[in-house]
C-alpha cells in the first residue's frame, strides 16, 4: 500500500484491509501441504502458529531439507515421538519435568551431575540477517537484519529463506533468532535414569541448582544405560517478541530528465562487415541517464524496442564554415572548429588516422552526411575544438561536401557511441516513427522524443565510379573509368578490388544542360559514344559533353554519379 495515497493505509497491518491477505496461508496448512507433496502421511502438527503469504520450494530437495527453512523462520523442533514425526513450537508448552540433582545420575565418583556451560560473546553473532522475498515491493528480494548495540562480538548470522513474507514479519523473525542465539548461549549437561523414559528432544524441562531454576529445551538424548541429555536454555518470552515496526515502502522518486539529443544517420559501410541495409543512431544527455532505449513502429502505436546505446554518442554542432574540398589527401589548408555538449576530442597520429581514428560526420543541407577524419584536435574553449589535418569525403562520401558546409550543421563522432539498427529490407525508404528516450522510464514518459525518420539504405548504394577518361576517333567519343567497392577495397594484395555487386553494370547519361538526352545501358567500365549518336541528338558531333556514369545495383538501383565534362 501507499501510505501517502490512503489515508487509513496504517490499518493495512491490523485492521480492515483484507486485500492481499487472503493469499496468505497458516504455516501448519502449509507443512500440511508440503508433507502433501512428498507424500507423506504419518505426521502430527502440534500448535505451529503463524501466517505465511508465499513460500518456494525451488529445487530438486528431500523432505527435511524443504522443512528446514520453516523451522528457522517459526522456531519449531521436528522429531520422532510413537512412530509419527511431531512437529512441536518452541517455548508454547509448559515444561515435562522439574528436575533438581537429585533426579540425575551420577555417572562417575566425584564428577557432577549437572554442568552448565556458556558460550564466549566473541562466538556468538552480534546481528543476524535473513534474506526473503517482499510481498510490499513487488516480490523483490529483501534483507531484515537485527543487531546487538552491545558486545565484543563482529559475527553476523546469515540465511537465505525462499519465502514471501512482510516486512515486519521478517524483521520479527531476525530479533527472535538473535535473541534465541544469546539465551541458548548456555548448555546443560547432565543424566537422568531410564525411569524418564518419556523425556524427548524438544521437550521443556526445568531443572534447578543450587536453588536457580532455569529452563532448557532438550536437543540431544544419547541412551547408554543412563539417559545422556544436552540441552540449551529456553525462554518464552524470545517467541512471543512484539511485533518489528512496519516500514512503509514509498513509492521510489522519480528524479527529473531532459530529453536526450538524437541523430539519425544514413551511412555507408564503415567496415565493410555490417549489413548493406545498417542504419545508424546517435543520442547523448546530460546527466547520462545510462542508457537510452530506442524504439520504432510503422504507425503511431505497436512501438518494439529497436536497440540500447548504452554510450553516450560524442556530438554536437559546427561553428565554422566548411568548403568543399578534395578526398584523398589531408587538407592542410582547411580547419573546422565544432562545438561538443560533452566528451574530449583527441589528436592521433597519420598511422592511426589510416587505421580509421577521429571518424566523424556531419549532415549538409540536403541531409547527406559526409565523413571527414581530422589529424589535430586543438581545445579553443570549454567545449569547443578546432580540427584540422582533414580527410574529406571518406567511404565514399564525397558526393556530400559537393557544396560549403554552413555553421551549425550536425556533428557526430563516428565512435563506441554510435547504435547500428539491422534494418529489414521492408524498412528502407520506409517512414518510420521512432520514440527515444532512458531506459529506466516507461515509453511515452515526457523524457522521451517523438520523431520520425526514412532511412535509404544508403549501405547498399555502390560508390561513385572514379578516374574518368574520354578519347575521340572519327567523331566517336570512348569512356572509360575505374569502378570502386563498397566493400573489402583496403586490401593491398588483391590485384582488383571485389565487385560487391551480383553483376557489373553501368548506366551513362549524356546532358544537355539539365536534359537527358540519351542513356547508355553497359556491362563494362568502357562506354562509345558514337558520332552517329552524337548526331541523332545534338544535330551534330559535339567538341564537349557532360555525362553522368552511374554503377547500377540490383537491389538499391543506381548508386552516386561520376560528373565529368568530356
Known sequence: FNAEVWGDGANWTLGHWLTGRFASGSVDATLAQVLADYDFSDYQINGVAGTLPG?????????????QPLELAFFFDTLESDGQIVFRPRGQEPPVADLIEDDMVETRPGDAVLTITRGQETELPASTKITYVDEARDYQSAV???????????????????????????????????????????????????????????????????????????????????????ARRLDPAVYAAAPAPTRDPKPPVTPASGTALGAFLDLP???????????????????????????????????ALRGLETVPALMGETLTALPSGVSGVFDLATSLQVEIGGGQLTSLTD????????????????????????????????????????????????????????AGAPFVLLDYGLLRLDLEPSEVATPLNFQYGPASRALGDPSYVATSHTYRGV?????????????????????SWIRRTRSGGDSWVSAEVPLSEASERYEVDVLDGTIVRRTLAITTPVALYTSAQQTTDFGAPQNSITVRIYQVSDTAGRGIALSGLV
Not at 513460500?55 to 522443512?67: G, W
Not at 531484515?144 to 514479519?169: D, Y
Request: cysteine-free; charged content about 20%; overall charge negative.
Open 269 to 303: 559501410l564503415l567496415k565493410g562487415s555490417e549489413p548493406a541495409d545498417a542504419g545508424y543512431f546517435a543520442a547523448t544527455q546530460t546527466p547520462w541517464p545510462g542508457t537510452i532505449a530506442l524504439y520504432s513502429s510503422p504507425e503511431t502505436t505497436g512501438y
Open 459 to 479: 549501405g547498399a548504394r555502390p560508390l561513385s565510379p572514379v578516374h574518368l577518361t574520354a578519347t575521340r576517333s572519327s567523331g566517336d567519343l570512348t569512356l
Open 55 to 67: 513460500y518456494v520450494i525451488d529445487r530438486v530437495m528431500s523432505v527435511r531439507d524443504a522443512l
Open 144 to 230: 531484515a537484519e537485527a543487531r546487538r548495540l552491545t558486545g565484543a562480538s563482529g559475527r553476523v548470522a546469515q540465511a537465505e529463506l525462499a519465502m514471501v513474507l512482510e516486512g515486519g514479519q521478517a524483521r520479527q523473525i531476525a530479533d527472535s533468532w538473535l535473541l534465541e542465539t544469546w539465551v541458548a548461549r548456555e548448555r546443560a549437561a547432565f543424566e537422568v535414569p531410564p525411569s524418564l523414559l518419556a523425556l524427548e528432544p524438544g521437550d521443556a524441562l526445568d531443572v534447578t541448582r543450587m536453588g536457580q531454576t532455569k529452563r532448557v529445551r532438550i536437543t540431544e538424548i544419547a541412551e547408554h544405560g543412563g539417559r545422556r541429555i544436552e
Open 351 to 406: 598511422l592511426q588516422v589510416f587505421a580509421g581514428g577521429n571518424s566523424a560526420a556531419v549532415q549538409n543541407a540536403d541531409g547527406e552526411w559526409e565523413i571527414f577524419q581530422f589529424r589535430t584536435a586543438s581545445l579553443i574553449s570549454t567545449g569547443i575544438y578546432e580540427l584540422s589535418g582533414l580527410l574529406r569525403g571518406q567511404f565514399g562520401s564525397e558526393h556530400a561536401m559537393s557544396a560549403p558546409l554552413a
